[in-house]
């Protein structure tokens, strides 16, 4: 039900963002809506933990679906009247302040609720759910594209969106479940914003290796800006860009599954699987950028004008550029399960895990809102410069984490044949 309610919200909401521009002609409206959302996510993310102490995480979680609504209204009212841009900008923004609260009581649960045998694959079965809404929204967004029809696509976004948003109101109280193995599950307070910010004080001071993981946190939604803006908008017209979204959401569902997979097995013991995911990470990365760059390096924002003719489905030479965004789909998703998984394997405290989790979405929400203002400046090379940016930060989080993976992940009392 966790993942549903992402499903319903958040899934729908990046189907619409995934067409680039949010389907729109012009990009830039869109692309500085979501630098005003994910600044304003990072902004709060800080201090969500203590609204949370307040209102519990089912009300808090049911806050958090509401901004989403409004942003694709936003995109509805902008096609009807396109000099609405100010109202999809100021929507970006209340959406950031209700999605901080949607994914800090995200990530608290989805940490809580696994043992540590089933920790990546309750991320896996998340994840597969949370992007099962941006292949339904896509498979929406196609249906209707095929005949260029955007209006319709997103009313039929919106109606789903507001049915999720009565998934969080029909949970159960976390506080009276028990996990697989008996144990209660148990939902601490998260921390106040001034303990918070004492804490990530104190963390810093007492153990400098938690910046290692900086990185990785803050790259790991920055590729979305060249995905979503810079590729698939760029390069395809509407119906292609719809058929696009969906390949690259079907992807994030098999990439999930797959990391998933590998940082389950039982028959390793839990270092082995951290540096084995961590390798195919770093392989997958090289293997997506280094075909990107063969695409990328033929065009810039000048030589492919907002009105000219795009590539379209029956064209030659779009099946290489399709595979490729479901390619860059299924990285994607496997590099933000490896993050979760890092962070639930370095602790088995669920009040240090909610500490990671805050910071985690602040910083990984002020890359987005970097790249994604970046983008909208404007500048005739910024395709390029945005895609070497995204190549750079994400092979860069996982070297940098490096050592942490081999200082602070330790073999599980219940790894195979091994001992602490």
Known sequence: MLGLVCFTCAGLYNAMTGLGGAGQVDPRTSANA?????????????????????????????????????????????????????????????EGLCAALLWTAQSTLMMAYPTDSQRGRFISIFWAIYNLGGVVGATVSLGENIHLKVCTMLIGLITLNTVGMAVPLIMVDPNRMYRSDGTKVTTPRRPSWRSELHSLYFSLKSDPMVLLLFPMFFASNWYFTWQFNDYNAALFNIRTRSLNNLVYWVSTILGSILIGFVLDQRGLTRRLRAFYGWGILISLTFIVHVWAFIYQRNYTRESIPVNSLKMDIFDKGYAGRVLLYGFCGALGAMYQSFVYWIMGAMTDDPAKLAYYAG?????????????????????????????????????????????????????????TGCSE
């Open 34 to 94: 979501n630098s005003a959302l994910y600044a304003a996510l990072a902004l709060l993310s800080v201090f969500a933990g203590s609204v949370m102490n307040m209102l519990g995480p089912r009300l808090t979680l049911f806050l958090g679906t509401t901004g989403y609504v409004l942003g694709l209204i936003s995109y509805l009212v902008i096609n009807i009247n396109p000099n609405a841009g100010w109202f999809v900008i100021t929507a970006g923004g209340i």
């Open 359 to 415: 910071f985690y979405h602040s910083m990984q929400s002020a890359g987005a809102a970097g790249a994604f203002g970046a983008d909208a400046v404007g500048l005739p090379y910024v395709y390029m410069n945005i895609f070497l940016s995204t190549w750079v930060l994400l092979v860069a989080g996982l070297v940098v984490a490096l050592p942490m993976l081999y200082f602070r992940v330790r073999n599980a009392s219940d790894d």
